[in-house]
């Protein structure tokens, strides 16, 4: 299995950024995927999570409303599109993958990462 996540870059405040993780090495629609992020100093904390089929999508409170996790099974691939970019949403992005898990939010429910992609967003 492997992930890489890519589309990271420096951005304004109020500015957006779409994040993508292409996948290969398995069946890609058998595994839900999820986003994560880590700021220097801090601890790895959730994102965005959706799930195999696409149907269902979940949102740490701090970016629902401005962030959108998508996936496209035919393209092997998972997105993040963000919107209205604040100075704390500056972390190194991960996506991750997991075929089973008891929740959604915490990053041991999840086999498989991909190395980061860095944004920063400055005022």
């Known amino acids: 299995v492997q992930l890489q996540a890519f589309g990271g870059g420096l951005v304004q405040t109020g500015g957006c950024l779409r994040l993508s993780c292409a996948a290969s090495g398995y069946t890609f629609s058998t595994y839900d995927m999820g986003w994560f992020r880590q700021a220097p100093g801090k601890e790895r904390e959730f994102v965005a999570a959706?799930?195999?089929?696409?149907?269902?999508?979940y949102y740490a409170e701090s970016v629902k409303g401005r962030f959108t996790i998508s996936r496209d099974n035919a393209k092997n691939a998972v997105y993040l599109q963000m919107n209205s970019l604040k100075s704390e949403d500056t972390a190194v992005y991960s996506c991750a993958a997991r075929i089973y898990g008891s929740s959604w939010f915490s990053y041991r429910a999840y086999d498989y990462w991909g190395q980061g992609t860095q944004v920063t967003v400055s005022s």
């Open positions: 959706i799930s195999r089929s696409g149907g269902s999508t």
